[in-house]
């Protein structure tokens, strides 16, 4: 993963009141200038293949498409593989922008789209790569 620049007066703090609530997983917010504009949270998953799983991702509206979304998913992404080099696993929705763009947004960022599963749910991975 490369680094990309931080974007002016940014700050990605953990957010430990939420995860009193769901201990399970790990919060993060973006903040600009001490606004929320974005959230991400993530979980280890471990059972036959383990697996990193984000499951929430989201930038304000107001925020998109100016590299706030790029930074906040690399930041996580090193957070994740400073503990564990493992896959990391999204599972794209339509809730907030349109479920094709979030995914090809994805893949522009390294992720690879999986085959619909029984389910008909599609997951796109990011796998770890040295270098």
Known sequence: MHKIEVPKNIEIKRDFEAEKQNP?????????????????????FQNQA??????????SKQFREQGYGTYLLNYITEKMWNV??????????????????????LIRRGFVEEPPLA????FCILHYTSG
């Not at 564990?84 to 947004?105: A, G, L, M, N, V």
């Not at 389910?119 to 599609?122: A, C, D, N, S």
């Open 24 to 44: 399970k997983y790990t919060y993060h917010k973006m903040c600009f200038n001490d606004e929320i504009v974005g959230i991400a949270n993530y979980r280890l």
């Open 50 to 59: 383990s697996y990193w799983y984000i499951d929430e991702f989201l930038i």
């Open 84 to 105: 564990r080099e493992i896959p990391i696993h999204i599972y794209p929705t339509s809730q907030q922008i349109p479920k094709e763009y979030f995914i090809k947004w």
């Open 119 to 122: 389910t008909g749910q599609v």
